[in-house]
């Protein structure tokens, strides 16, 4: 993510359409780049690697006191394991792990948010999704460090091997 933004850092100046830029030549409009930070030279990334039980609250706060630690040792961004909530359940089929479902943004995204606002660091975190009743995704949640949550990925692929049936 720092190389994408690095490199939209220094792309020529975006107009949206039927803006004749106000600005001079090469400038960037003053709305597009209002609240954009400089960025460090340097991030510090924390991936937390944990063992996952089959309960979910305890999970979540064993993932919590290893983002405290990662924060406490200078993480900036804090990457939690996939689907840390639980067992990595994909390698089967079995329809009682839909319980482990849940809404993004959601309980676990408002919680970690208020941790990253706490910690001052960014959160991306692994959630089993549920969209709709029969609508699940394998998701990714982005908590800004100032506790806000700022969008979330869902898989576009679904592994279907002899081991992984998602």
Same mark, same amino acid.
């Given at each position: 993510?720092?190389?994408?933004?690095?490199?939209?850092?220094?792309?020529?100046? %975006?107009?949206?359409?039927?803006? @004749?830029?106000?600005?001079?030549?090469? *400038?960037?409009?003053?709305?597009?780049?209002?609240?954009? *930070?400089?960025?460090?030279? *340097?991030?510090?990334?924390?991936?937390? @690697?944990?063992?996952?039980?089959?309960?979910?609250? /305890?999970?979540?706060?064993?993932?919590?006191?290893?983002?405290?630690?990662?924060?406490?040792?200078? +993480? @900036?961004?804090? $990457?939690?394991?996939?689907?840390? @909530?639980?067992?990595?359940? $994909?390698?089967?089929?079995? %329809?009682?792990?839909? +319980?482990?479902? /849940?809404?993004?943004?959601?309980? &676990? &995204?408002?919680?970690?948010?208020?941790?990253?606002?706490?910690?001052?660091?960014?959160?991306?975190?692994?959630?089993? /999704? =549920?969209?709709? /009743?029969?609508?699940?995704?394998?998701?990714?949640?982005?908590?800004?460090?100032?506790?806000? !949550?700022?969008? =979330? !990925?869902? =898989?576009?692929?679904?592994?279907?091997?002899?081991? !992984?049936?998602?």
């Amino acid at each position: 993510m720092i190389a994408a933004l690095r490199s939209f850092e220094n792309a020529p100046p %975006h107009r949206p359409p039927g803006d @004749q830029g106000a600005g001079a030549a090469g *400038q960037r409009p003053p709305y597009l780049f209002a609240t954009m *930070q400089p960025l460090p030279d *340097q991030v510090r990334v924390g991936l937390v @690697q944990m063992r996952m039980s089959p309960e979910p609250p /305890e999970n979540l706060a064993r993932a919590v006191g290893f983002i405290r630690e990662a924060a406490r040792r200078g +993480a @900036q961004v804090i $990457c939690l394991p996939e689907l840390f @909530q639980s067992r990595y359940f $994909c390698q089967s089929e079995d %329809h009682r792990h839909f +319980a482990l479902a /849940e809404p993004v943004p959601g309980p &676990t &995204t408002e919680a970690l948010g208020r941790l990253a606002g706490e910690l001052g660091v960014a959160i991306i975190a692994s959630l089993f /999704e =549920k969209r709709a /009743e029969g609508l699940y995704h394998n998701t990714t949640a982005v908590l800004d460090a100032d506790g806000r !949550y700022l969008g =979330k !990925y869902r =898989k576009m692929h679904i592994p279907d091997d002899p081991n !992984y049936h998602e």
